[in-house]
């Protein structure tokens, strides 16, 4: 489907460009790979395994030749959803909204992180391709209409 979307594209680190090829999604503030094309397992927080201290060596390799268990790396096994890699697919598409009331709804939710009033906020013509991880539409954008920042958007919008 073909629309008008609406999403807060934060400057955080390893957030790369705004653009088609660009366009990933993963839970907010996960870190990404270089290509911004995967973000870090968190069940095992990257570390490749499900448990961080080895129940065999405790993780103090002194004593081990190496350890049958963990093989000197601690922790478990290989970690199931990443493949033993930390690394996890990001979703195709950017995640956003297709009202301005739902995004400020989203951003301005107490339990949500502080967005500051700088963070660029692109209006913007895509096309949906899938379905995020709350819900909201992703989209991989044809042509930016408007930046403006989060302040900016604010103003214009929240009429609350
Ligand atoms: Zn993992
Ligand atoms: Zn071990």
Redesign the pocket.
């Known amino acids: 489907m073909n629309g008008i979307f609406y999403r807060v594209h934060r400057t955080a680190d390893g957030i790369l460009p705004f653009s088609a090829d660009n366009a990933y999604s993963s839970y907010i503030d996960i870190p990404r790979n270089e290509t911004g094309t995967k973000s870090e397992?968190q069940?095992?927080r990257g570390n490749?395994r499900t448990w961080d201290t080895c129940l065999s060596c405790n993780n103090d390799y002194t004593y081990t030749d190496p350890c049958s268990t963990c093989d000197n790396k601690g922790g478990s096994g290989p970690?199931e959803?990443?493949n033993g890699t930390?690394w996890e697919d990001c979703l195709r598409g950017y995640s956003c909204f297709a009202h301005p009331d739902q995004l400020l709804d989203y951003f301005l939710a107490p339990s949500h992180p502080f967005i500051a009033d700088s963070e660029p906020t692109i209006i913007f013509e895509g096309h949906e391709v899938g379905t995020g991880p709350d819900w909201e539409p992703l989209v991989i954008p044809n042509r930016v209409v408007e930046t403006l920042n989060w302040g900016e958007f604010r103003a214009r919008y929240d009429d609350a």
């Open positions: 397992c069940e095992c490749g970690c959803p990443c930390g």
